[in-house]
């Protein structure tokens, strides 16, 4: 039964509604009358070793109702990887504060961290429940049909893909968009809900489920351009050679790492860089451009999924409520049923924690380099309404007279 004090943090990378699931937590738990306070910790983990809380028991409704409605961590996040002496810290802070219930909006990393916090809990024969609330823009969390945060970020993407295609119909050239995705390709997946038109770019896509090697990156722009006289391409920024070595460490030298040790994709446009260099050095293709969506793509303002917020408080709000009436820790999962709906179950944490969902295969074309209808019919319901769209002018073309 929820009681006592409860503390929720935000941890990874933000998203456009992760503070709907901020809200949908706290103004949930305070409908019930035995919670006395409800604690957000700054900036994750890190907040809470430096015991640096907020009393959201104060805040009002309505702010609350106005950061829901506004992207990125309210609360602050962090990177930070919490190992077994660190999660013991946690621990030792959330008894000393007298914690009864710990909150976590994060992805696979946040979850691992509940995990280990429960089971010290349970060493040490003390009551805390510990509910992991799910939240990630690559869409690579296990057990769930997708996560909060990805088809915001979803949208965007297919939007700045659209836009990217009518610019390039303009001017034609090649087009390069590095997008997010370590392991997944997901989100550059979702590039190609912008197209409406046959010839509608991205025209080839490139994932991290499938090896890519420079000399058929190659071969495939030559042909779409060939072809058409231009080419977009949307990459994911985890693209792998056929060896599993990401293909941006071909530029690493002094590269920067993670927290978690990774080389450094997001927030660079080596890779973007290294792809475009390469058409023009062997293709002689001269309008080549190249752009990295980077941080765009998490929480920009103004392109966020109604559906997506909407899930994004419910797993708040469901998290409360599995910890009141349930009698286990657990991760909030999410489930698709019918064309188009929802419900929500309590997945064991270490179903979750620290493992990675791939993009399914029958998602993938098998060219390798573009999706399959199974993929849009899965992405279009979550991208939510009042897609914007794209027209042409029609090309009832005037007779030449000089014939040149």
Known sequence: MLQGKILVAQGGGPTAVINQSLAGCVIEARKFAGVERVYGA?????????????????ETTHNLELVAETPCSALGSTREKPDLDYCREIFRVLQAHEISTFFYIGGND??????IVSEEAAAADYALRCVHIPKTIDNDLLINDHTPGYPSAARFVACAFAGVNLDNAALPGVYVGVVMGRHAGYLTAASTLGRKYDDDGPHLIYLPERPFTIDAFLDDVKAVHNRLGRCVVAASEGILDPSGEPIAAKLAGGSETDAHGNIQLSGTSSLADLLTGLIRENLQIKRVRGDTLGYLQRSFLGCVSDVDQREAREVGEKAVQFAHWGNSDGSVTIHRTGFYSVEYRLSPLEAVARKTRPMEDAFIAPSGNDVTRDFLLYLRPLLGSGMPDAFRLRPNRVEKILGK
């Open 42 to 58: 700054s900036h994750g983990v890190r907040g809470i070793v430096d015991e640096e809380f907020l009393d959201l028991t104060q």
């Open 110 to 115: 946040s979850c691992d961290t509940l995990r």
